[in-house]
């Protein structure tokens, strides 16, 4: 059995960690963290995983998770980079579900996040935990970088028509909707549900943290510069993100289905639905699946992709477990073969 910690297990991501690896055959939930409800039992908090999780909450310290071979860090900007260089030295591996290493460039780094980056010589050894991309180099990994839930619809998404060279480069458009459990649990007036439900509009349209993370990962695909607009929106339902993606074809006599089909044929996680179909998000809801879609409207020179995840899963713990399934050698899809909620 692997021991794992998990650092910061009260918020969304963190339970949603915990509900995945309660039934992992292979863990073994050592210390969950939390600074607010320290001693409390975790099956209190959460009585959804009453007779899974035996853990109570502790600080979070490095003295707690030294002895975790695998720790995840499910907390808020900042905190995983303050912790890390030190547990990594005591020989533990680690799974950050922030932004803390997504990005390779300190200055950049500080511009988006407003605080020099606290070990910037980690940002270039960070393995992107995007694994239909980097698998081979997560498996040797000592520092995962899982990716954000908006840049993961937005680049499995895309990444067929880039690596084809299928489509220009210059003006790619993610145009986004996520529930409101993407914000985190926190107390915040917008995203009461008197407040958030009943409406439907974007946010953050000039400057949203994920648009760095969604280009620099596009033009990793690409191999030169991408031009990319993002506008994320926000609609009141609790999980899911649909992005609906355009880019201009560079060739009108391409099999757009099979490029989409050819590139996820071997990718369990990653489900190409047929000609003419359209995903939804409540198809996806609870599983680690990214469900896409695409369109060419009216044989035009516009491609639409369409791409739904479950943000709480395969944008963010599902996805964290799948990495770590594969940097301990496991079978990439233990602990999550869970089918989508339906209704």
Partial sequence: MIEVGIVGGTGYTGVELLRILALHPEVRIRVVTSRGDVGKAVADAYPNLRGYVDARFVEPSIEALIECEVVFFATPNGTAMRMAPVLLD????????????????????????GEPHACPDLLTEAVYGLPEVYRERIRSA??????GCYPTAVQLGLLPLIEAKAVRLDHLIADVKSGVSGA?????????????????????????????????????FAGEAVGLTFVPHLVPMIRGIHATLYAELCDDSI??????????????????????????????????RCQVAVHRPLSGRTVVVLSVIDNLVKGAAGQAVQCFNIMSGLDEGSGLQSVGLYP
């Fill in 90 to 113: 005591r020989g533990s591996r680690l799974i950050d579900l922030a932004a803390d290493f997504r990005l390779r460039d300190p200055t950049v780094w500080e511009s988006w996040y």
């Fill in 142 to 147: 000592r520092l995962i970088a899982c990716p």
């Fill in 184 to 220: 985190g649990r926190k107390a915040e007036i917008p995203l009461l549900m008197s407040e958030a439900g009943e409406g439907f509009k974007a946010y953050n349209v000039p400057r949203h943290r994920h648009w760095p993370e969604i280009k620099q990962g596009l033009q990793d």
């Fill in 255 to 288: 099999d757009l289905q099979q490029v989409f089909a050819q590139r996820f044929a071997h990718e369990s996680f990653v489900d190409v639905l047929p000609g003419g179909c359209h995903p939804d998000t409540r198809n996806v809801r609870g599983s680690n």
